[in-house]
Nanobody, 127 residues
Framework: QVQLIESGGGLVQAGGSLRLSCTTS????????MGWFRQAQGKEREFVAA?????????YYADPVKGRFTISRDNAQNTVSLQMMSLKSEDTGVYYC???????????????????WGKGTAVTVSS
């Protein structure tokens, strides 16, 4: 069973930064597109960012995080990271890592191709 393990969540003041990481022991990691999603309490899960497989030459961001968040991957370490800067209270939520082995697309809140999910790491931004 594929395991994705997130870390790096915590409590931070508005304007601060956090770096989330997601790691796996799967040797096919470099072949997977990877993504980050988040879910605030009482709201639906939403897409945050994604990075293409292998060299990670293509990245995608949701509009609310563009210019503040950066997704990256280290295939040697089987890790995908999300650097979050200028955090706002609306960034509060549980952040999930996901893997798409065979391509993906997002249709509003329908996330297709994201076959594997982590259990999440909580981020709280205090204002």
């Amino acid at each position: 069973q594929v395991q994705l393990i997130e870390s790096g969540g915590g409590l931070v003041q508005a304007g601060g930064s956090l770096r989330l990481s997601c790691t796996t022991s799967e040797d096919k990691f470099s072949d997977w597109a990877m993504g980050w999603f988040r879910q605030a309490q009482g709201k639906e899960r939403e897409f945050v960012a994604a990075i293409s497989a292998r060299r990670g030459s293509t990245t995608y961001y949701a509009d609310p995080v563009k210019g503040r968040f950066t997704i990256s991957r280290d295939n040697a370490q089987n890790t995908v990271s999300l650097q979050m800067m200028s955090l706002k209270s609306e960034d509060t939520g549980v952040y999930y890592c996901a893997a798409a082995p065979n391509g993906w697309y997002n249709d509003r809140n329908n996330f297709v191709g994201w076959n594997y999910w982590g259990k999440g790491t909580a981020v709280t931004v205090s204002s």
